[in-house]
RNA sequence: GCCGCGGUGGCUCAGUCGGUAGAGCGGCUCCUUGGUAAGGAGCAGGUCGAGGGUUCGAUUCCCUCCCGCGGCUCCA
């Protein structure tokens, strides 16, 4: 029989011979690291027999496809060595995730002293190559075989009557699978456990937790080292590390999950803030102050009461039970209601930077990426109707260019109606395909998460990554229906009789807590110029150039620059090294022969060896590149 | 909130098989006047996360709580 190659060459080939031997027989090369086959478009083990004529190609450990089969294989052999350890663990479901794979069982919890044993055991597997053996069984075999594990039975039980069921032999453990899977465990040299927790049931219901055992895979040990040396440069870029160190905010173990704005990191705040606000000002915003704290009533009113209140800082006075705000849409609720309006004034664009509260889960609580006060660059558009495509793609564009300055990865995800809403099927569907055409119009390539949309309107979420690659939610644009309503808006349209308006809620870097954190990490704590809370540090050679260091330092503050200034107690080596563990962009070096040329020896991060120029042409550079926020010094 | 792990000067860590603690960095003082990532010396700084229990005696063993870290759930 006749099998084509990916190459558009084909070959006649015995029925029978295995996948794996046949990608041999075509390129030995190409294949050498071939872990599992394509027939046809359909994922298959090596040792597949081919029964007819079709199209076969290698599927290799870089495929997207292929990395997954060799996380799956290893999340195996962690279920066979968990299984022979606890006989009484429970295997449910052990998928691949972005970073490596998982396992989850329902058992007691593990404890940390059982895992030597449990690398043991996988060690031991991989070192004696147990072949993954598949085999395809009756739904009745496939309900004896796992009688006592009634998830596995739950799997079965979806699989239509009359359909093989297939199960994989890895020595001594066998479990419910579709495969593929590598030949054998020998493929799994750079398999590592990376910890293990408990997680919460998803679609299987027992009860308690179940204990989940997180791992990543490569094929050989040197590719894990690869990655377990990327991964320690990645901690040492972790913000809650580099903040306090940095003196750009602390916390404090007497009220865990409140960040503290140091001065330095008051400026960053302070910088960003304006970043946005020229934005704000150019794209037709006005800024408000509304209360931190509300009544019961008003939150009744929103809604937040009823769906909220367990995340919200609650007091009481004088009998009455108040709230501090967790978002800041009632404030602008109210401002808009607080005279009758027309449709003259909309889009009504009301920017609000509060503080606001939420009483985040204690185990949630994650520096400055996950807090318990934090300030969003929020804002509540009213808008008619027709005028909401417009503003998302203002919006969008605004995103694009935001992320742009930051130099930052980012990626969208559209979340539509959930299983409860409010409103009409019909005006979800609109507010859906509308999003939908912006985003596709901007070009955009995005994720769409069936069912996540918040209750009161579709939204398109923006997603950064930290440097441990874990993803957070950072800007967000809701289309909210319900809101106004609630709070009764209303305004005089063109025909002379009053209409509720749209909200739409959006934020555009989040919050400065979240986006600085994830931002830190981003750039190593290196914050370009603009942000850079001090920009640039003076330093003398001797104790002689000290007077022109404190004029310089002087000139250049009164220039509008960031400067901090050092004596010469320590080697100019030292203090070198000082301000660059500091993360100051620019030092600016003056010894005899600066002074005598008028000059300074200038440093700048990431570039090679100094340059010489006059203060004046430092504040010019300087200022240019802060005006242009630029992100390298 | 759930499971596991951890908590020793500002930071990084050593130590005590139960007899109340050390280093380096940082800080301060002095010496050094040094040309691009650590010059030298001295000094100060710790109720060993908190409370309770066991004990002649607890930083060390046990319990509870607090905080942190990883993950789950939730979220900006």
New binding site residues.
Partial sequence: MSIRWPDGTSTDIPAGTSAGDALRHWNAQQTRLALAAILDGELIDLAHPLTHAGVLAPLLPDDKAGREVLQHSAAHLVAKAVTELIPDALPTDGPPTDEGFYYDFEMR?????ELPALEAKIRETVRRKDRFERSEISKTEAEALFRHNPHKLGYIAKVPDGRPVSIYRTGTFTDLCRGPHVPDAGWLEGIHI???????P?TVSSGG?F??V?GVAFPTRAELETYLKRRTEAEAR?H?ILGPRLELFT?S?EI??FPFWNPKGMIVVRELEAFVREHLAEAGYSEIRTPLIYPQSIYETSGHWEHYRENMFLTTVDDRTFGLKPMNCPGAMLVFRSRSRSYRELPMRLAEFAPLH?L????????L????E?V?DDAHVFVTEEQIPAEIRTLIEWVQRAMGTFHLEWTAELSTRPAKFLGTAETWDRAESMLKSVLDGAGLKYKISPGEGAFYGPKIDIHIRDS?G?S?????IQLDYQLPDRFGLQYQGTDGTLHTPVVVHR?IL??W??FLGVFLEHCAGWLPPWLAPVQVRVL?????QVPRVTELAAEWRTAGLRVESTD???????R??EA??AHVPY?A?V????VAAGTV?L?AHGQKG?RSLTPAQLVEQLRAKVATREYDP
């Fill in positions: 919890p593990l404890t940390a002293d990376l910890g293990f927790s408990a997680v919460i998803g937790a204990q989940r997180r972790d809650r916390f173990d865990p999950g939420r985040e889960a204690s185990g949630t609580i994650h520096g990426t996950r807090a318990r934090f969003q441990l874990r957070w939610q950072c800007g967000t934020v989040g919050t807590e979240r003398p050679v001797t104790e002689r010469s107690q320590d080697t100019l080596s030292k070198i090294r660059e563990v030092i070096v010894g005899d022969r600066e020896a440093r100094q």
